[in-house]
């Protein structure tokens, strides 16, 4: 699931555009409806042509209500950049750009609206060309362009396959198993309470678990989570959440806010960054200048997620930051907010509000002020840019599972530093081994590096179980009446190699998902019902068998009188008991035929194929398939003529 934003100038046509894909008026608000000019943040959603559903934030163009598009596109996977070919590029469309080009939102389509206003060839042909110079340079400079108008309808077609394209080819939200949401948007439903909405990250949430919200460490419980309107057990990261809190009131929450699961992410008013400072700044309606050095104790404003607060900076190593330049910041924030290392931020100019740069967290809990001009400071920076031990272990892992514990090490040059920081992966659940003995350690580093166990990240197994149960239902739904799947039916249709799938499956029954230990697998719940008339004829059927349990009926009669998957679905549930392609009995005959043969040769020292069909007063048929059976069992082995026990 992913969730889009739109981006562009005032009244290029965003809310238009979205309407018309949608059927929704992103536009809540009536002042923005009489006005025709969106104010705060608008959401929709749509089902692209593939079946994958994606959430909408719209934003507004408008100078005036640019700290409201900052909310909305602190945590969107793409965007829609919109510019109106009768207007071409405008200065929103160059300050959302360049807002789009600090957040490194790479994935988007660039849609060029209402061009059923231009009736010169010419003048779209400058269009075209303006924005293509605009973008280069820049993470659109390859996005794909299409040709809008949402009067018309024309290009909707177009534009939805072009979103998929580039959705597709991007990242998947990961699923770290720490999730947050920043809160957009608060409000109150009469007979529910309060409800906070936002995009769900970095894990999923459920129905009845019990958060945090931070700054200000509230504590609550998840009422009720809804997507798109349709009520949910179960948010997956890179959704529109809609969450009802219990717990709380309206009144203590407020836009910015992180709903979180408890105990792990904390507010600081102190924070390290990379920043980059743009090489120019984009005056309100005067256009582009380039701007002023950047100098220690500047206030800025501060944006990430969907928090805003007043900051002031603290340069590390350096007088000031250059246009165009890229340097270390400290940040102390007037008010707390809770955010991770590796989110990242936008700075705007208080006074004319201007965006003027912006970068990545790097530590979101320094502690104390640095000493500007120290080198260990920088070093240490430089360092956790790159990532600790364990999140350079984990990008490894998620570039290469799965792999062996033992390639892993080898592959995050890390050195001595990579097996505690495998330890850490593997106790935070960052990391999942896959062996087909759960009964090892498997917090054991050693043991996985020796035994060469796979590894795969967290987020990996995540999608995978998705599929497999996404598998197992669908066949289930279509064959109802089975046991479960072909073992290497599910293997194949899942892509994994023989050692993989094995272990993936042992983890997978260890953790209660699926069962099946013979040649078929199904989801752990999975029953085989029978209707009541199916009933009625496997009774007849056993009756038979009853009446006379040494002759009973062959395979292909069971099949006559109860259909094959019925009878295959007695045989795995051990109704009945199949001892050769025709051949089948009771289980209850067959415990004691089995029994009164072994004990026939402890007594006699062997038996003859004359002597169990006598014994049973059967017929060479079945005397022969028993014997056979036993003989594939390695209960029995043939000697001449006769049996005798192993």
């Not at 562009?8 to 409806?33: C, F, M, W, Y």
């Not at 794909?144 to 394209?165: F, H, I, M, Y």
């Not at 998947?172 to 529910?192: E, H, I, N, Y």
Request: negative net charge; proline residues 5%.
């Amino acid at each position: 699931m992913h969730v889009i934003g739109t981006a562009g100038h005032v009244d290029h046509g965003k809310s238009a555009l979205i309407l018309a894909l949608t059927g929704i008026n992103p536009d809540r608000l009536q002042e923005e409806q009489e006005r025709g000019l969106t104010i705060d943040l608008g959401f929709a959603w749509l089902t692209l042509p593939d079946g994958e559903p994606v959430g909408i934030v719209d934003v507004p163009g408008h100078r005036d209500f640019i700290e409201n598009m900052l909310a909305g596109v602190g945590s969107i996977d793409g965007t829609i950049f919109v510019v109106a070919a009768d207007e071409s590029v405008m200065p929103q469309t160059r300050e959302h750009l360049a807002i789009l080009d600090l957040l490194e939102i790479d994935t988007g389509v660039v849609a060029i609206t209402k061009i059923d206003l231009i009736e010169s060839d010419e003048w779209l042909e400058l269009v075209l060309e303006d924005v293509a110079e605009t973008l280069t340079g820049t993470v659109l400079e390859d996005a794909p362009l299409v040709l809008t108008s949402a009067r018309e309808k024309q290009g909707l077609d177009r534009l939805l396959n072009a979103l998929q394209d580039v959705l597709a080819a991007g990242e998947p939200q990961r699923d770290r198993g720490r999730p947050r949401l920043p809160v957009d948007r608060v409000f109150t439903v009469s007979g529910f309470g309060t409800v906070v909405t936002g995009t769900l990250i970095d894990g999923c949430l459920e129905t009845g678990q019990a958060v945090e919200i931070l700054p200000q460490g509230l504590k609550a419980r998840i009422r009720g989570l809804q997507t798109h309107r349709e009520k949910i057990e179960r948010a997956v990261p890179g959704s529109r959440v809609a969450i009802n809190l219990s717990g709380v009131d309206k009144g203590q929450i407020r836009r910015g806010d992180v709903v979180a699961s408890p105990g792990w992410l904390h507010a600081t008013t102190l924070v390290d960054v990379r920043m980059r400072y743009l090489p120019d700044i984009l005056w309100p309606d005067l256009g582009q200048f380039a701007q002023h050095s950047l100098r220690h104790n500047r206030e800025l404003k501060f944006y990430t997620g969907a928090a805003q607060v007043m900051a002031r900076v603290r340069l590390l190593g350096q007088e000031a930051l250059l246009p165009g330049q890229v340097g270390w910041v400290q940040l102390e924030l007037q008010e707390p907010v809770a955010m991770m290392r590796g989110d990242r931020y936008i700075v705007r100019l208080p006074s004319p509000p201007t965006t003027v740069g912006g970068g990545i967290v790097v530590d979101p809990n320094p502690g104390r002020k640095h000493r500007r001009f120290r080198s260990q400071v920088i070093d240490r920076l430089e360092t956790l840019a790159e990532g600790s031990p364990a999140e350079i272990l984990l990008q490894t892992l998620q570039r290469e599972a799965p792999v062996s514990a033992d390639d892993l090490l080898k592959a995050s040059r890390l050195g001595d530093a990579a097996s505690e920081a495998l330890r850490e992966s593997l106790s935070e659940g960052w990391a999942v081994p896959l062996v087909e003995d759960m009964g090892q350690d498997l917090s054991d580093v050693e043991t996985l590096v020796s035994t060469k166990a796979l590894i795969v990240s967290r987020d990996w197994w995540s999608r995978l179980t998705d599929r497999v149960v996404q598998a197992l239902s669908s066949y289930h739904e279509t064959y109802p009446l089975r046991e479960g799947m072909p073992r290497e039916a599910l293997r194949s249709s899942l892509g994994l190699t023989s050692r993989a799938y094995d272990a993936a499956l042992a983890r997978a029954r260890a953790d209660g998902l699926v069962a099946g230990e013979g040649a078929t697998v199904r989801l752990a719940a999975h029953e085989v019902e029978l209707s009541q008339e199916q009933q009625r004829r496997v009774e007849a059927l056993l009756s038979r068998f009853r009446r006379d349990p040494y002759v009973p009926p062959s395979a292909k009669e069971c099949i006559e009188v109860v259909g094959e998957d019925v009878f295959r679905a007695l045989v795995s549930r051990r109704d009945l008991v199949q001892v050769s392609s025709d051949v089948v009995f009771l289980p209850e005959t067959y415990d004691d035929m089995v029994r009164r043969v072994r004990e026939w040769i402890e007594r006699e020292g062997s038996v003859t194929l004359a002597e169990v069909r006598d014994m049973f007063d059967s017929s060479r048929k079945y005397a022969q398939a028993l014997l056979e059976h036993l003989d594939d069992l390695e209960i029995t082995r043939r000697v001449g003529d006769k049996r005798v026990l192993r």
